[in-house]
């Protein structure tokens, strides 16, 4: 019972977070509803904070294969739970991009035509990344110059600082800790900043599930090799290998490394020590 409770927590919640945020992206790709990068990354940073509400009674909300590996290996979860808490947060991803594609396809449909895109050619890109992501930014303008090898080290970066802040916010002896009802609108802060920094150059998706299941239902869809447009499968290196190994650095870090530092100075466990 308790897998199906991990189950359905993980696929709500993933679900509620994509669908916020690549609703966002296509609110601003379609129809310039949103005025600059900060508006679509703050969005995102509420359907975290939102997701995470409303599923962590079910689970532990990780809502991010990234995140729930390095719990398992900072062994803040039990492994046997992993299964369902990947399979949920996969799920949810692809359910939530097949409800914004009933919602927007009309949409994007339209935008392509008028703007003369054929879907599944190299330039459907810019429809394309409404479910998936794609290095560099295709908004991002000339200025974004970034090879497989940066795409790489800004997403595992960008995971490394999000997981590294969700296990201080959520430490125990740390006494800078926000209260527990406030961690989750602190960690969607944190998306907000992220995405605020590194979305120019990989639209910062830090999250395997965000990225893969939207991306293999934008395949489905039609868009096919755009889609998936590197032969290499450099996608999968940069928006899955890369997170998964920010995320677990950041897990050993703390883990190795602070959390022992912490729980020093601390006099009492939890305490602390002036």
């Not at 949920?88 to 392509?112: D, K, N, R, V, W």
Request: glycine fraction near 12%; charge should be neutral.
């Amino acid at each position: 019972m308790n897998r199906i409770h991990d189950f359905a927590g993980e696929a709500i919640g993933t679900c509620i977070l994509v669908f916020f945020g690549c609703g966002s992206v296509a609110a601003a790709v379609l129809f310039s509803a949103h005025s600059g990068l900060f508006q679509v990354a703050a969005i995102w940073g509420i359907g975290v904070t939102l997701a995470i509400y409303a599923t962590r009674h079910l689970s532990c909300a990780h809502l991010n294969p990234a995140v729930s590996l390095a719990m398992v290996i900072g062994r803040r979860m039990n492994p046997s739970k992993l299964p369902a808490y990947l399979g949920g947060q996969f799920f949810g991803a692809f359910l939530a991009a097949c409800l914004l594609y009933s919602l927007f396809g009309a949409s994007i449909a339209a935008y392509e035509t008028v703007h003369g895109i054929v879907r599944g050619a190299p330039e459907s890109v810019k429809t394309a990344m409404l479910f998936g992501e794609f290095y560099p930014n295709p908004g991002a303008g000339e200025a974004a110059v970034v090879s497989s090898l940066n795409a790489f080290g800004a997403e595992a970066v960008g995971t490394f600082i999000l997981v590294f802040l969700i296990f201080s916010l959520t430490e125990g002896c740390n006494v800078g800790r926000p209260d527990e009802a406030l961690a989750p609108l602190f960690i969607g802060l944190t998306v907000t900043v992220i995405i605020c920094i590194l979305a120019p150059l990989t639209q910062a998706g830090l999250n395997p599930a965000r990225d893969l299941s939207p991306r293999l239902f934008a395949w489905l869809a039609g868009w096919r090799q755009a889609a998936m447009p590197d032969a290499g499968y450099g996608f999968l290196t940069v928006y899955v290998l890369g997170p998964l190994t920010g995320g677990t650095l950041a897990s050993l870090f703390f883990t190795s490394c602070v959390q022992p530092l912490m729980n020093k100075k601390n006099q009492n466990g939890c305490g602390c020590q002036k």
